[in-house]
């Protein structure tokens, strides 16, 4: 909800100012017209949505779990409902296009679909036994009041990764979006307001750093989950562990694809063109260096070069569009600098989406696609996350050479191979080091009912976001041994 202009907090089942005089703008960045502001909370606000959420964890932790997810079938339909509104929403804050943003409130709303199993994913185990006439079982148990800080990229899937099985869990949740998107989760917790959910199951802080450090601080908070970059993810990893906290932290990617000569080119060109240049490139899944191998070179480099001079770059709203703006001008001119910095390292741009003028949106911060070839493996650009529409290339004799360079990468989000051989498939899945692997597909996203992987850089921690990984994440194991002699048993 906003109250002239300025976004709320949804704290305790009500929606309430933040206790700070400081706002950001949120921008369209599309258009950079303001479209509203957003609070920085500060550590009071953080305190009152945890003190929030331990008032209601007793009861929401003693309501059956069968009672718990049905607050998400009804978050699901709602969604459902509102999916066209929402993903117009997220188009106008984050500059992807209408499609896309459906894409992914749907990828979201899967998570949902999975965690209405939790009756049966929360069960534990048990042995008769284990001694003569002694038990022993296993119950999984909610931890508390746990929290989720997302990124710029996903504003309706990222917080769905977490959201729906804390809570299925019978966890208190408190979300911390991303202070420059933070718009379309005002708009789903109007929906999650209509829901009739215990006060402070559910709580809504907006903010950035300070709002970050105030959680992780936290005494109250038992469990955290992170997404966004790598530096910050470790920052948010450490400082919680510091505090005693189970920790997930999602972070940055370089991702490789490897394009063998025996590749359907038509297919790989298509897929790797929408993997890098889809979202801008702002998807932590989005491919950012291909190596060819042998004849692949000819074939694949002119494909993805028409590829990226004939998409369509406009205003995300426009059907005809096929790629939005970047989040931010800041986040424009790093990228621009990125594609100087490959330059001077010896990369050739064969096609430069610098300084893109698009009619009728002079003030977006758009990049147009750019593909830089025989990019220094050695150099800034190859090692850095550039999260833009960015593409660089370089060309290898063999499948040994490209599996070396993409596992010399820090990070280890994806990696992907496109070849129509069994055995050099199995090879690269075997050996390739990175927790999410694609062959013949550009961005191995995996579904809800998977773990969320990432080795390396992309990730501190053990247990990942969705799927198995989420309900061990939010739940924590008790053993109970168990003995009734058999004199005390009354006889029937
Ligand atoms: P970011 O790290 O700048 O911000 C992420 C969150 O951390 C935001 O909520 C922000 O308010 C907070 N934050 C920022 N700086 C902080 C600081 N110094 N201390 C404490 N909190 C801070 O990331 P972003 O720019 O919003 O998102 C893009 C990044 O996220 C990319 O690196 C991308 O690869 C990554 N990402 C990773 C995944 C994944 O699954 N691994 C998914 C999506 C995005």
């Not at 972070?251 to 897929?271: F, S, Y």
């Not at 800034?380 to 660089?392: D, Q």
Request: net charge neutral; glycine share 8%; with cysteine.
């Amino acid at each position: 909800m906003l109250k002239d202009g300025k976004l709320l907090n949804f704290i305790g089942g009500m929606w309430k100012e933040a206790q700070t005089s400081t706002y950001l703008k949120v921008y369209d960045p599309a258009t950079a017209e303001a479209l509203a502001e957003v609070p920085l909370s500060s550590a009071q606000d953080v305190d009152a949505a945890a003190q929030a959420a331990r008032l209601a964890w007793p009861a929401w932790r003693r309501t059956p779990p069968t009672d718990r997810v049905q607050y998400l079938f009804k978050l699901k339909s709602l969604l459902e409902q509102h999916l066209d509104e929402i993903a117009q929403l997220i188009t106008r804050e984050c500059g992807k296009t209408l499609a896309e943003a459906k894409g992914e409130l749907q990828r979201g709303i899967e998570n949902i679909e999975v965690a209405t199993g939790i009756p049966s994913l929360m069960m534990g185990y048990n042995v008769e036994d284990i001694a003569r006439g002694i038990d022993e079982h296993l119950f999984r148990q909610p931890v508390g009041v746990v929290a989720a800080i997302t990124p710029f990229n996903f504003p309706g899937m990222i917080p769905l990764w977490f959201l729906p099985y804390a809570l299925a869990c019978g966890n208190c949740f408190v979300l911390k979006p991303s202070e420059k998107v933070p718009l379309t989760m005002n708009r789903v917790f109007d929906l999650i307001e209509q829901l009739g959910l215990p006060a402070g199951v559910v709580n809504l802080v907006n903010g950035a750093k300070e709002t970050v450090d105030a959680i992780l601080d936290h005494p109250v908070i038992r469990a955290i989950s992170f997404v966004g970059s790598s530096p910050v993810a470790r920052y948010v990893y450490s400082r919680a562990a510091a505090n005693g906290k189970r920790a997930q932290c999602q972070g940055g990617a370089k991702n490789t694809v490897v394009v063998l000569p025996d590749a359907d080119m038509e297919m790989t060109t298509r897929i790797v063109a929408d993997s890098s240049f889809g979202c801008s490139g702002q998807r932590c899944l989005a491919t950012s260096v291909a190596i060819t191998v042998g004849d692949a070179r000819k074939p694949f480099t002119e494909r993805i070069a028409e590829a990226a001079h004939t998409r369509k770059v406009g205003y995300g709203l426009d059907p005809a569009v096929e790629m939005g703006p970047v989040i931010t001008s800041e986040s424009k001119q790093r990228i621009e600098s990125l594609i100087q910095s490959g330059v001077q390292e010896g990369a050739k741009p064969l096609v430069d989406g610098r300084n893109a003028a698009i009619p009728g949106y002079e003030n977006g911060y758009f990049v147009r696609p750019t593909i830089l070839d025989e990019v220094n493996p050695e150099g800034n650009l190859a090692r850095t996350e550039i999260f833009g529409p960015v593409l660089s290339l370089l060309h290898v004799k063999t499948v040994d050479e490209a599996i070396r360079l993409v596992n010399e990468s820090s990070y280890g989000n994806m990696a992907c191979l496109f070849t129509s051989s069994g055995a050099a498939a199995r090879k690269f899945r075997y050996e390739a080091q990175a927790g999410n692997i694609g062959i013949n597909i550009g961005v191995a996203a995996p579904m809800a009912f998977f773990p969320f992987s990432g080795w390396k850089d992309s990730f501190f921690g053990d247990m990942h976001a969705q799927g198995r990984d989420a309900i061990e994440f939010y739940t924590e194991k008790k053993v109970v041994v168990e003995r009734w002699p058999k004199e005390w048993s009354r006889t029937f």
